[in-house]
């Protein structure tokens, strides 16, 4: 195959935002993605509500690639803009979402991919890298035709296992400090609710409701959590199933146990809540959504510390007000911390490695502790570390430097101002 400047692996919110905005500053760009389409969790496991703004973001602020998605999204009746939830039915945790209609999304990342002149290989995996001196050199994917190998002179890797930073010999870690993960989530899509009746259903009896279906062993979280989507049917995260995506054999039998959690979940609903009497299950995601992976150790780790304070980088280039949002594996509950200045930054070091000086990370794959890594898995966040990715990917072929030297200075300048 043809060389290209950059070749982008995963074609998540991350590598979809990578290769539009690479293929737009003018570089020879492929997209690599194993689903028959763009948007992975955003479109395939149907998480439909766009988190990770900062607390001072409106519609007329957004900027960028955010900002046309958002703006395609509502000519297309995909979306009535930006709103807010409160995070486990808290009103101290409220966020800024943008609901959105999943397949609407698709094919609007389609339009825009394939405008920006990216090309385009679904339904191929990438399953090895090669290294000279310190570069990757080729890439070896496989697909219905065979293996084959591919060069570019960029990389960026925003598949949500890190794998081609694993391939390059990268160090990873995954989990808390005893390798725990968070649960993964089967989302899904409930039609026939009388919005208004449920409306009404004030949070006290939310909670006694989800007390009462936990007793029966037909929720698995401690609150009801069913939000409308802009076509009036309402989508459900309430499924909680543990999940190795390491070990494929446990990670096969979690996705079925999480189909059959939504069967009781959708159940009990239908039997118990107001709104829902009649009620029925329409769709359930193609994939459970994971929230924990490798998390690839790059120049500089994110620290917790580093959300909680707010610290600022020179080289920053995305920002959010996404609080540490971690759901119990072992319990009903989530531990959810608001950053103490209202918004914290990732910087483009934590995107970067030493052992490929070519690669770049993005989205929830970037260097991260573990509760920093819960802020930063947001779908806007990591559509603007994708954004950022490419930047310095066209910023280091134009100046003529590995992309892994590049002074990121540059990049905040050109994404936060």
């Not at 405008?115 to 090895?128: N, P, S, W």
Request: aromatic share 6%; net charge negative.
């Amino acid at each position: 195959m043809k060389q290209y400047d950059v070749i982008v692996v995963g074609g998540g919110t991350a590598g979809f935002a990578a290769a539009v905005t690479a293929a737009k500053a003018g570089k020879n760009t492929l997209l690599i993605e194993e689903n028959a389409y763009l948007g992975g969790t955003a479109t395939g496991a149907q998480i439909s509500q766009f988190m990770g703004f900062a607390n001072d973001e409106t519609e007329e602020s957004l900027r960028g690639l955010v900002k046309e998605l958002l703006s395609r999204l509502k000519a297309a009746k995909g979306s009535q803009g930006m709103s807010h939830i409160y995070l486990s039915g808290d009103k101290n945790l409220d966020v800024s979402v943008i609901p959105y209609q999943p397949d609407i999304l698709k094919d609007i990342m389609d339009d825009m991919v394939s405008e920006a002149g990216v090309d385009i290989l679904l339904h191929t995996r990438v399953i090895g890298a090669q290294m000279t001196d310190g570069k990757i050199s080729s890439l070896t994917i496989h697909n219905v035709e065979g293996v084959q190998s591919i060069t570019g002179r960029i990389v960026i890797d925003a598949t949500f296992h890190g794998s081609v930073a694993v391939a390059c010999g990268c160090q990873w870690k995954m989990g808390d400090e005893d390798g725990v993960l968070q649960p993964g989530t089967l989302i899904y899509q409930i039609a026939g609710v009388d919005a208004e009746r449920y409306a009404k259903v004030t949070q006290s009896e939310k909670t006694a409701l989800a007390k009462k279906g936990l007793e029966q062993g037909c929720l698995y979280v401690n609150n009801l959590l069913a939000r409308p989507l802009p076509n009036g049917v309402f989508q459900s995260n309430m499924s909680r199933v543990k999940i190795n995506p390491l070990d494929t054999l446990a990670w096969s039998k979690a996705e079925m146990e999480a189909r059959r959690q939504v069967r009781k979940i959708s159940r009990f609903f239908i039997e118990n809540v107001p709104g829902f009497e009649h009620a029925y299950l329409v769709t359930t995601g193609d994939f459970t959504g994971l929230r924990d992976s490798r998390r690839i150790m790059g120049q500089y780790v994110l620290s917790n510390e580093d959300v909680l304070e707010g610290h600022e980088f020179p080289d920053a280039v995305a920002k959010s007000s996404y609080p540490i949002d971690i759901h119990d594996a072992n319990g009903v509950g989530s531990h959810v911390v608001k950053p103490k200045t209202g918004v914290f930054y990732v910087p483009y070091r934590a995107m970067i490695v030493k052992e490929a000086s070519n690669l770049v990370l993005a989205g929830r794959c970037i260097s991260a502790e573990h509760e920093a890594h819960a802020c930063i898995r947001v779908m806007i966040t990591c559509m603007r570390l994708g954004e950022a990715a490419a930047m310095a990917a066209a910023e280091s072929l134009n100046r003529g430097c590995e992309v892994n030297t590049l002074d990121g200075s540059i990049l905040k300048e050109q994404l936060l101002g």
